[in-house]
Structure formats: structure tokens, C-alpha cells
């Protein structure tokens, strides 16, 4: 008797889809930085971004809704979609590797996850080039002669759109299992990753950012490998240890996905550590492995009898407690108010105008700009050599599709930093209500 049948699947895909309707609603959401950006896509013009900071795939995207509509709404319904298909496809290839139990947790997991949640509400290449990758897979498991080069081809979109998702397109002979040994899917195989890659506008359009960035790796790097802050909820002690129970079980029969999961986290992390703006976002391809992991695990142990079919149910249970707690705090972060940040706390520090500077100090300002200051990233500069000041904004600690709280917890994690003074903005409401600026040195 199947453990799933059509009506659970069915109320999962219709959760899924209301909560990425309704967890983030449209009242909160800004439109800045990247997705201002594709924002001018809908008229046809797609200004305000370098294509650096923006992917042709998306443009295309945008430009094809505002045939439909020249609203905002438009394109959070474009990214929710999106955000939706990626769990779908995700659940498809388990159901095509292993069978419809192991899909229905890993699309419950997955439903209820918070980074998962937040990024279908934001239109920003992050989920979307996970879409393609994990569709490639998807392909790759029929064995139809068209598939090899299909395949290849949504690999080579998936990552033109964000390039650090190459760990699991290295690893898909892995993922993929023997459909991978012809000579024709292998051939498919390498030059979509060549071709993904060169295409990426940070890479080939734009060698100039990889340029700059190469000399930073090190140190970023050598700075940022042993930190687990971006896994999110898959690194906290209960799912790490419902982790090492999954690959336990795994082990003796399904080797490949046990060898497959950890690859892909340990690559991830490794490529992401050397990234100079590491973030959450970049992690997400480890969340949707673990996830895989976690699901077939527990569908196996659902078909045994005593013990083992009770650790199983336990494990799902406390994985989607763990997530939804994290789900959670990323709802209370969105909707966080300048009351419960760390910057409401200025008035026991000095007031500073624009024209004031703390005595002797320069400002690091790496978004937004200082006016008549360039906007040099912490990385770039000694902070041995004198002052300097580095302002702590009220979008620090929340979240936004800017991504500054992972920006905020590298400053935290990498400095001393010592509050001096606060700065207000009144006159510009786009701004936070005030930064609170922090003398730092290193730790």
C-alpha cells in the first residue's frame, strides 16, 4: 500500500503555494538594489544595473510579464512561481529516482523551510538558476537521447544566472548515477558547464569583477571556512545529528545520494567561504541536498516495522519543528520595526550631522554611499591604518532581498566594533532611520 496518495499531495502543493502567497506579503516588500533593477524590465528598458548585478534570463522574464502587466505585484507573482516550481521539480526527481513517499517529505521540508520561503518572494536570481540546475537533473533521469543535450543546456542557464552553482553540476554524474556514462550525456555534460560559466555575466561578461575579486579569495577564505552561520537550520545540533542518522541508514544501500549529499554541502561551503559577500543565499543548494537526504531516510524507515518506523516519523517531525522555528524567525526579521533593531539603542551615543566626522576617522561605506566617498569594501582597506568608522543600519537586522544581514553578521564576526555615534536621515525615508556608527579593529 503506498504511504502517499493523491489527496496529500495534492494539500502539500496547495501549502506550499499559500505560503509563499501570503508569508511575505507585498506591504514590506522594496524594491531596491537588484530588483529595482529588473523592476524596469516591465516597461522595456531595464536600466539602473550593470549586468553584473543582473541576469539575461530574468530581463527576458520581466519583459515577457509587463506584456501582461507593468505592476510590482507582477513580478513578486512571477518570483513566488517560480519559487513554487523549483520545490516541484525538486520533488520530481526523487519521485523519479526513488518513489512518491521520499517526494512528499522532501517537498515538505522544503515547503516549510524559511530561506526557501523568503527567496520566492524576492526577483532575484537565487532561486531560479536552482530551478534550472535541479531540472537538468530531472532530465538527465530518462534516458531518451534528447535529454543529454536538454539537460545540458538548462545546466548551462542555471548557471549563467549564478555561477556558484557549479558544485552541483560538477557533481551530477554523481546525482545523475549510470545514466551519466555515455560518451554522448558526457560530452553534453562538459560544455554546458563551460558554457554556463563563460556566460555568466561576473565571469565572461564581466571578467573585471573576477578580476578584482581574486586577490580577496584568500583572505576571505581563510577568514570565513569554519563559519556555519549561512547554512542556516540545516548546520543547528538537531538536524546536523538527524543528518549523520540519515547517511547511517543511507549507507549500506543508497551510497551514491549519501556521497552525492555531503559532496555537494562540502563543495558549496568550500567555493562560498572564498566568496568576498558569502551569504545565505549561496548556501541554498546544501538546504535542498540535506533536504533530499533527510526525505529518502525517513521514507525508508516508514516501510520497516517497530523501532525503526518510530525513529523515522520522529526525525520528520523534528526536522519540520527545527525549520518552521527558523521559518519563523525569518517572518519576525521581514517584519521587524526600527524599535527591535540594534540602532534604536543611539541615544546613550553623540549625534553626528552630515558634515560631521568622528574625530580623525574615515567612513567605510559599502552601501549606501557616503556622499563624495568611495564605496571601498572592508576588504580592500587597513583597518590598522587609522580610524575608521562603519555604519550599522537598521537593515542589518532583518531581511531583505539585499541581503545585509549576512553582511552585518561577517562585520560582527570579523571586528571588534565599537559604537561611537548615531546618524539620522531624517529627510530621506528610502534610508534606514539611523546608523549607528561603529569604530572597528581587528579581532
Given at each position: 500500500?503506498s ?6 499531495l495534492?494539500?502539500?502543493?496547495v501549502?506550499?503555494a ?11 516588500h ?11 524590465c516591465l516597461g ?28 510590482p505585484?507582477?513580478l ?37 523551510w ?5 527567496w520566492?518572494g524576492?526577483?532575484y ?10 531540472s ?6 530518462y534516458?531518451k537521447a534528447?535529454?543529454?543535450p ?15 552553482l557549479?558544485?552541483i553540476?560538477?557533481?551530477?554524474p554523481?546525482?545523475?548515477?549510470k545514466?551519466?556514462?555515455t560518451?554522448?550525456?558526457i560530452g ?9 560559466v563563460w556566460?555568466?555575466p ?16 584568500w583572505e576571505?577564505w581563510?577568514?570565513?571556512?569554519l563559519?556555519l552561520?549561512?547554512?542556516?537550520p540545516?548546520?543547528?545540533p538537531?538536524?546536523?545529528l538527524?543528518?549523520?542518522?540519515g547517511?547511517?541508514?543511507l549507507w549500506?544501500?543508497r ?18 567561504a572564498?566568496?568576498?559577500d558569502?551569504?545565505?543565499r549561496h548556501g ?11 526525505a ?5 524507515g516508514l ?10 516519523i520522529?526525525?520528520l517531525?523534528?526536522?519540520?519543528v ?11 526579521r ?21 558634515e ?8 567605510l561605506?559599502e552601501e549606501?554611499?557616503?556622499g ?5 569594501s572592508?576588504w580592500?582597506?587597513?583597518v590598522n591604518?587609522?580610524?575608521w ?8 537586522h532583518i531581511?531583505t ?8 553578521v ?7 566594533l ?16 539611523r546608523?549607528?556608527y ?5 579581532r
Amino acid at each position: 500500500m503506498s504511504l502517499v496518495r493523491e489527496k496529500e499531495l495534492l494539500a502539500l502543493f496547495v501549502c506550499a503555494a499559500f505560503l509563499r502567497l501570503f508569508y511575505l506579503p507585498d506591504d514590506r516588500h522594496r524594491w531596491e538594489g537588484h530588483e529595482a533593477a529588473y523592476l524596469t524590465c516591465l516597461g522595456g528598458e531595464c536600466s539602473g544595473a550593470d549586468d553584473g548585478q543582473n541576469v539575461v534570463l530574468m530581463r527576458v522574464i520581466a519583459r515577457v510579464v509587463g506584456v501582461v502587466s507593468q505592476e510590482p505585484q507582477a513580478l513578486q507573482i512571477a518570483a513566488i512561481l517560480i519559487g513554487w516550481l523549483c520545490l516541484l521539480v525538486v520533488m520530481v526527481w526523487v519521485l523519479r529516482t526513488v518513489d512518491l513517499a521520499a517526494a512528499f517529505c522532501v517537498g515538505a521540508l522544503v515547503c516549510v523551510w524559511g530561506e526557501h520561503l523568503a527567496w520566492s518572494g524576492a526577483y532575484y536570481q537565487v532561486l531560479l538558476p536552482h530551478l534550472l540546475i535541479w531540472s537538468a537533473l530531472t532530465v538527465w533521469t530518462y534516458s531518451k537521447a534528447w535529454c543529454a543535450p536538454l539537460g545540458a543546456f538548462l545546466v548551462g542557464l542555471g548557471l549563467a544566472c549564478r555561477v556558484e552553482l557549479i558544485a552541483i553540476a560538477i557533481l551530477a554524474p554523481i546525482w545523475v548515477g549510470k545514466r551519466a556514462k555515455t560518451p554522448l550525456w558526457i560530452g553534453c555534460w562538459i560544455c554546458g558547464i563551460l558554457l554556463g560559466v563563460w556566460t555568466n555575466p561576473a565571469v565572461g561578461g564581466q571578467s573585471t569583477v573576477v578580476e578584482s575579486a581574486l586577490p580577496l579569495v584568500w583572505e576571505a577564505w581563510f577568514a570565513q571556512v569554519l563559519w556555519l552561520d549561512f547554512a542556516g537550520p540545516w548546520a543547528s545540533p538537531p538536524v546536523v545529528l538527524l543528518l549523520i542518522y540519515g547517511s547511517w541508514q543511507l549507507w549500506p544501500t543508497r551510497s551514491r545520494v549519501v556521497v552525492a549529499v555531503w559532496l555537494t554541502a562540502l563543495m558549496t561551503h568550500i567555493t562560498g567561504a572564498a566568496f568576498v559577500d558569502w551569504g545565505y543565499r549561496h548556501g541554498l543548494g546544501v538546504g535542498f541536498a540535506f533536504a533530499i537526504l533527510l526525505a529518502i531516510a525517513v521514507r525508508d524507515g516508514l516501510r520497516e516495522e517497530g523501532r525503526r518506523r518510530g525513529v523515522a516519523i520522529l526525525a520528520l517531525n523534528l526536522a519540520l519543528v527545527v525549520l518552521l522555528f527558523d521559518a519563523k524567525g525569518i517572518y519576525d526579521r521581514y517584519y521587524a520595526v526600527d524599535s527591535v533593531s540594534v540602532a534604536s539603542r543611539g541615544d546613550m551615543w553623540p549625534r553626528l550631522t552630515d558634515e560631521t566626522a568622528f574625530d580623525g576617522c574615515r567612513f567605510l561605506s559599502e552601501e549606501p554611499p557616503v556622499g563624495g566617498q568611495p564605496m571601498p569594501s572592508h576588504w580592500l582597506v587597513d583597518v590598522n591604518d587609522g580610524c575608521w568608522l562603519w555604519g550599522e543600519e537598521f537593515w542589518h537586522h532583518i531581511w531583505t532581498s539585499r541581503a545585509l544581514a549576512a553582511r552585518g553578521v561577517r562585520m560582527h564576526r570579523l571586528y571588534n566594533l565599537e559604537p561611537v555615534g548615531v546618524r539620522s536621515w531624517p529627510q530621506d525615508p528610502g534610508r534606514p532611520h539611523r546608523w549607528v556608527y561603529r569604530v572597528y579593529a581587528q579581532r
